[in-house]
């Protein structure tokens, strides 16, 4: 969804949309949208500068760290985005303040919600998420899913690249 910065009277418009799961291209393997977005916020406008603040709430499907069965999880992100004209968006160089860290160059007129989405999303997926706490994983023999069947691979089998390992003492 494209926001108008031209469209809207005054320097604040809220918001409150919800956007299919589908159409946020995420680019990972290991996670996916499972149902549609809801993002509720405000987009503050001063001169060239946009903060763009609210939250999105979104239900994912991420693979478990340890034996990749999909896990459903909610995500709850409140976030708070800058963008500065190019103007204030200085080339020459200077001491970076912690506002302007924060900070993304405003292209144009127009901010595309649909991009802060994947970019909230994507900062705020967990490092690891497992079905289980005590989640056995994969085997690493055969492959199989240790938590669905017992493969009985033999786990005292020794590497042969590391055997001679075995008669140092």
Known sequence: MIIELDSFEGNLKRFDIEV???????DVDHARL??????????????????????????????????LQLVQTPLRIEFKVRFLGEKDFEKSEHEVSGDEL???LLKGDRIDLT???????LLNLPESLFCRLDCQGLCEKCGANRNLIDC??????????????????
Request: one cysteine or more; aromatic letters at 6%; glycine letters at 6%.
């Open 20 to 26: 299919a799961g589908d159409s946020v291209e995420l």
């Open 34 to 67: 499972f149902a549609p977005v809801r993002f509720a916020g405000q987009i503050y406008r001063e001169g060239s500068e946009v903060d763009v603040e609210g939250r999105v709430e979104a239900l994912m499907e991420i693979e478990c760290a340890r034996c």
């Open 102 to 104: 924060d900070a993304d």
């Open 115 to 121: 991009d802060i989405i994947r970019e909230q999303l």
């Open 152 to 169: 009985n691979c033999i786990e005292n089998e020794i590497d042969p690249r590391w055997a001679a390992l075995k008669n140092l003492k």
